[in-house]
């Protein structure tokens, strides 16, 4: 094997389709070759601003006696940049990182174990310096940015709640302990956890920012799915957290599906959005109001938080309207927006979420 074979992380053999849809977290169709055919995906992410339809898809052949014939690597986001998707290769990439003395706040470190358990916990390596001294690390993978910024999770992760708590904990007790975030991407420069997602998470990881070691790390990929060799840390934005993440207000937009159309339903709360949006998930027996009747009579499809001052509101409904979004109603409490096309599936509707939850809160600082 040749010596640069090392840090290559992918087969030189791969191939690119195009995405036609994504079924389930873990499945997506795609057209390569010029046929149509299924493709894991080892990502259980959201990846809404990644996964448009039509999108270019890095896959791997596999073989012949496997569910689906391709595994997806990467995805070429909408500014022509190579994202890795596979979170498997990530741990490799964190292990190419120590090992290259990549990153400063892990200079001096050396992988030990991977996969290690510690009590009801496995984290993903074991790392010891020339003293003997040991580092527990979990690596996390990051593939949500906009501007200069990134963020994570881009869903949900109770897991990954835990491995922060579970982390602090064990330094409590005097034992060190890191939680590495490899940023996709090599034209970052902050990063701050997705509190508009997960604000337990990034509850968790701003408490805990004290006891672990929390290292973000940008790792780009070229064109051939070859790493580039220029990594760097980058800063958290606590301030960012500190003066809008950590607040249950802002806006919410529910999107729903009836008679061939799109519905999106965009509100604001001052004080309890987390409850407020749970609340008007659940169907009612006697609907009342405009969407509680509209829950009722058409299907929830997706659910956006974003923490952001309330005022906003207006302003993103605004942003929003086009020929292909129209307002269908609106009062002193709401806007209701229709479409005849996938709001969800949209670029624009995409980058108009990431600007406000992402781009303008920065420039806020």
Sequence with gaps: MKEEDDYRFFPYNFKTGKLIERPNRF???????????????????????LFIPGATLYVQKMGDH????????AVVSDSDEVIMLDTHVNNKVAEYLVKTQSIPSLNGYYLKKREVSVGHSRFDLLLENKRGEELYCEVKSSTLFAGHLAMFPDAVTSRGKRHVEELAEMSRKGIRTAVLFIIQSDRINAFCPDYHTDPEFSRTLYESRDLVKIIPCTAGWDKELNIIKDHKEVPLLWNLYENEGQFDRGIYIMQFYKDQKYYLYLSSEKEMLNKRIEKHKRKRKKPESTLEILRNSSRLEMTWALRVPVEECHEFMKCIS???????????????????ENPRLSRFFQKVL???????????L
């Design 322 to 340: 086009s020929n292909k979004i129209k307002i269908a109603d609106k009062s002193n409490e709401y806007y209701l927006l229709e479409s005849k």
């Design 354 to 364: 990431l600007d406000f939850r992402m781009v303008r809160p920065v420039l806020r």
């Design 27 to 49: 499945v997506v169709i795609i057209e390569v070759e010029g046929r149509t055919t299924g493709a894991s995906l080892p990502n259980p992410g959201k990846l809404g601003e």
């Design 66 to 73: 496997v569910k689906y014939p391709y595994r997806v690597m």
